[in-house]
């Protein structure tokens, strides 16, 4: 089965850092893949690469077309929709209007033209709105949200794209436990309904709990991947996120169990 992503030695370098070096990364159909590691190890700088906003070298297909010397908007043409950091929703819009600017293709025409449109992508808005928890706000504006609202909104409107892959930058950033918590569930639930995912995020338990796959980047080289169980464990994977000794001391730990065992 072709994947959805298929990233091969893809490469990025700022002056003389090299953010990403030959990173390797494959997103299943129906998968959701996270990627985390520590702070500066590369995790925006790959989907900023992929979506087509940084210079890399390599190759990244989508759906088995590769899409070098694709601008962005051609990339997001093809399928390939991303959220930010900082979630920029437009103040004169409703809820439901935010999300319907997304479900038109055409970024030329003006936005209430766009929003006062009532073809087939309904349809999908208001799936958008289901999926996200959001119907009972889709008449509200941007500033009566809270803070977990605004980035549901900003993870529906790319999911009203119909996008084959949904990368997200730090969807969690700034929310609270029980808010981080529904918007995995909102996560899952869109990836069962058949939408890959890439997720970037420091929320490692909100990572680890909802992905299929796991990638590990530090210092822009993939340094472990596999089931969140098995990352989980992986002690290159403790050391970069608490120390060398953090992990010689887990290493010893299952040293030890092992030979209770």
């Given amino acids: ?134 119907v009972e706000r889709g008449d509200a504006m941007p500033s009566e949200l809270s803070q977990g609202d605004r980035k549901l909104v900003g993870v529906a409107r790319a999911y009203a794209a119909t996008p084959r892959l949904l990368c997200l930058d730090e969807p969690a950033a700034g929310l609270d436990a029980l808010e981080s918590e529904a918007l995995g569930r909102h996560l899952r639930e869109t990836v069962d309904r058949g939408t890959a995912m890439l997720l970037v995020d420091h929320d490692m338990g909100l990572v680890l709990s909802i992905s299929d796959y796991v990638v590990v980047l530090e210092f822009g080289n993939v340094i472990a991947h596999g089931t969140p169980d098995a990352v989980r464990r992986d002690p290159a994977v403790i050391s970069a996120y608490l120390g060398r000794a953090a992990s010689e001391v887990a290493a010893e730990l299952g040293t030890e169990a092992r030979g209770a065992g």
């Fill in 1 to 134: 089965m072709t994947p959805v992503l298929e990233a091969r030695g893809v490469s990025v370098s700022f002056g003389g850092v090299r953010a990403l070096v030959d990173v390797d990364l494959r997103v299943e159909p129906g998968q959701l893949l996270g990627l985390i590691g520590p702070n500066g190890a590369g995790k925006t700088t790959f989907i900023d690469a992929i979506s087509g906003f940084v210079r890399y070298r390599g190759s990244v297909l989508l759906d088995g077309q590769d899409l070098s010397g694709k601008a962005p908007h051609q990339r997001a043409r093809l399928g390939l929709a991303r959220t930010w950091q900082s979630v920029e929703l437009f103040d004169d819009l409703t809820v439901r209007e935010n999300i319907a600017v997304a479900a038109e293709p055409s970024s030329f025409r003006a936005l209430r033209d766009v929003v006062s449109r009532q073809d087939g992508r309904s349809e999908r808005l208001e799936e958008a709105l289901g999926v996200f928890g959001l």
